[in-house]
């Protein structure tokens, strides 16, 4: 099975920087992704990553050590906009002839003034 | 808009009825997902259709039957539901099984 961990409420003022950890265990991985969901909405993908090292993708940036199955997503400049859940994903493949994606509780993160 | 559209965005349902959630997607997608996203939970993959073959099915129970009639479209029939099937139903949909997923906005279910 897998186990994905992260945190579940983190606050954060307009401007400044949040990072938003993920932890997991699992066999057969194959990427790690990460997704933003406001509420009521679909999840939006993020960004993705399957080797070692920091993706940089505007005001996000996620990083990944497979060593120590961390990741975390880094959000700087933060807006008001930026208030919703934040998901992290694993792919795996399932043994079953098929990749799998499974995600964690998510990470609500609320901007403020 | 995110390109995968789900039908209907709502519904109420009692225990005793059949509906059927609808997906759509005209992405050029070969692979479609049901996935269930309750309340302070993580979003549990239910059914994997890839080019119209069911390749996952996460024991999920029988009053929930999918279906892939084209690689655009996937449903999911309902029938004797429990009030704990209440929930957010997303699609989502890949370019192969291994590539990010595009969701839909969800269809919120609720059984009475």
């Known amino acids: 099975g897998q186990n994905i961990d992260q945190p579940t409420e983190m606050t954060a003022t307009e401007g400044a920087i949040v990072q938003i950890n993920c932890t997991y265990q699992t066999s057969g991985f194959n990427g790690l992704f990460w997704y933003q969901q406001h509420a009521g909405e679909a999840p939006t993908f993020l960004s993705y990553n399957v080797l070692d090292g920091l993706e940089e993708k505007g005001r996000f940036s996620s990083f990944l050590s497979r060593s120590k199955g961390y990741s975390y997503l880094l959000l700087k400049e933060l807006q008001m906009k930026d208030s919703a859940s934040y998901l992290c994903a694993v792919r795996a493949f399932s043994g079953a002839g098929s990749y799998q994606l499974t995600f964690g509780k998510g990470t609500k993160l609320s901007v403020i003034p | 808009e995110t390109g995968v559209t789900q039908t209907p965005r709502h519904l109420v349902m009692g225990m005793t009825n059949k509906k059927s959630l609808k997906c759509e997607q005209h992405?050029?997608?070969?692979?479609m997902y049901w996935y269930k996203q309750s309340a302070k939970k993580p979003l549990e993959l239910m059914f994997v259709?890839?080019?119209?073959?069911?390749?996952e099915n996460n024991s999920v129970p029988s009053r929930f039957s999918p279906e892939c009639p084209n690689s655009s479209h996937l449903f999911l029939h309902l029938h004797t539901l429990q009030p704990e099937d209440s929930a957010l139903y997303l699609c989502?949909?890949?370019?192969?099984?291994?590539?990010?997923?595009?969701f839909g906005s969800g269809t919120r279910l609720t059984v009475v």
């Open positions: 259709y890839s080019l119209e073959e069911r390749v």
């Open positions: 992405l050029g997608h070969n692979a």
């Open positions: 989502a949909s890949s370019l192969g099984i291994w590539n990010g997923y595009t």
